[in-house]
Each structure stands twice: as C-alpha cells, then as structure tokens.
C-alpha cells in the first residue's frame, strides 16, 4: 500500500519537554510538508522540505525543528519552546514542490498536560 | 495569514439534497483546491481548479471559479451519510512559491 503514515496517533507530552512526530510516505515524492490544525481555523504551514537533506521554515516555525536525511523520512520535533504546542499535527507530500496535489497522513493529536 | 474564507461555517442538510460551500479569497491565484476531512483524519484531495478555468467535475462534486468575484463554489449533489465531513478550500497565490494558503473550513452534516 503506498502512502504517508504518522505515529503515534495520540502524544501526551508533559511540559519542558521535548518530543518527536514521525511521518514516513513510500509515494516517491520529493516535497514534504508538516501542517498544525487548531479547532475552527485552517491549516499553518510549520516546515517545508523540497528535497531531501533541505528544509525551510513556514509561517509558524518556531519552537520547531524538522530533518530531512531520508527521502522517505521528516520527522517533527515539538521543542520545549513552543508554547501552546497542543493541536493536531498533519504531515503531507507531493511529487514536487510545485506538483499541485499534496497527500496527508492520519495526523497525530499532541496534548500537553 | 488566511487566503480562503468558507461560507457557511457549517451546513446540516438531508441525505439526498445538495450541498454547496463557498470559498472567498483576496489576491490573485495560480489554483484553487477543495480538500475533504473527516473527523480527526487528514486530508483528502477533492478537486483542482485553475485560474484560466471555470467549472470542474468529478463524479457528483462540482466546482466552479469566478475569479472576478475572487469566489469558488463545491456543489455535492445527491448528498450521502458518508460526505459528512469538514471541507476546506486552498489557494495557491499568483506570485507565491506554490505554498498553499487555507481556508477555515465548512463543517458539513448529512442527516440520515
């Protein structure tokens, strides 16, 4: 089954501290994307990544961090410095950056308690 | 900041009506896309409609693009308990670097 996965699909974090959203997709694609969802509003775009071992920010980076060492692979990591970290993460890819069509993962919900 | 404005913010409607949301935006676009979420899921990719067009379909959706209006239109025709979802319409900017820009979303009900 080709496709983008996210897990875990649930993370409870407790706060100051540090945890990492993994997205993996065997599509071939060459573009990655990570989105925040918040209730009632649209997608934000956190990191981007075009091809891999690249990466730029979006329009809500900080207190974030993301590598891109696999083309399959661009894992999120929610850093101790994002202060309202709890939302709903989505991970997306496209053939290339200007390939129109994005594909999502499953998301992961992270709370901070 | 948010391109796209779907109206209405949520619509109920009985299985086998219509259902039609609309998405407003300010600047000029390269695409308009119309994305599906079901509750707590991702996104799935409805339909891509570009600036030179006017009217797209695919099996019972319908988009349509007035770009002097700045608006687009989905139309699900002959609802089903299964098109009951969230829809979300996303823009990509004229001069921009193909980011997309997204809309709030339309929270659809279909009623059995």
């Known amino acids: 089954d080709g496709g983008i996965t996210q897990s875990p699909k649930y993370l409870f974090r407790k706060e100051g501290q540090n945890v990492t959203l993994s997205c993996e997709q065997n599509l071939n694609h060459d573009a990655m994307y990570w989105y925040r969802q918040d209730p009632g509003q649209g997608l934000r775009l956190i990191y981007y990544s075009q091809i891999v071992n690249d990466f730029q920010k979006g329009d809500i980076a900080e207190g974030y961090s993301v590598s891109r060492e696999k083309k399959e692979s661009f894992p999120l990591t929610v850093t101790s410095a994002q202060k309202n970290p709890t939302a709903f993460y989505l991970c997306?890819?496209?053939?290339?950056?200007?390939?129109?069509?994005?594909?999502f993962g499953p998301g992961t919900r992270l709370t901070v308690l | 900041s948010q391109q796209g404005e779907e109206d209405p913010q949520a619509l109920s409607i009985q299985e086998g009506e219509n259902a039609t949301m609309n998405c407003s935006y300010k600047t000029s676009i390269n695409n308009l896309q119309w994305y599906r979420q079901n509750s707590g899921r991702g996104l799935v990719h409805l339909i891509l409609i570009r600036s030179n067009e006017r009217e797209k379909h695919s099996g019972r959706l319908r988009v349509t693009l007035d770009t002097s209006k700045k608006s687009s239109s989905l139309l699900i025709t002959a609802s089903r308990a299964a098109d009951t979802a969230s829809y979300f319409c996303a823009t990509v900017l004229m001069d921009s670097n193909y980011q997309l820009i997204w809309g709030a979303g339309t929270k659809l009900i279909i009623k059995p």
């Open positions: 997306a890819s496209s053939m290339n950056w200007a390939t129109d069509t994005q594909y």
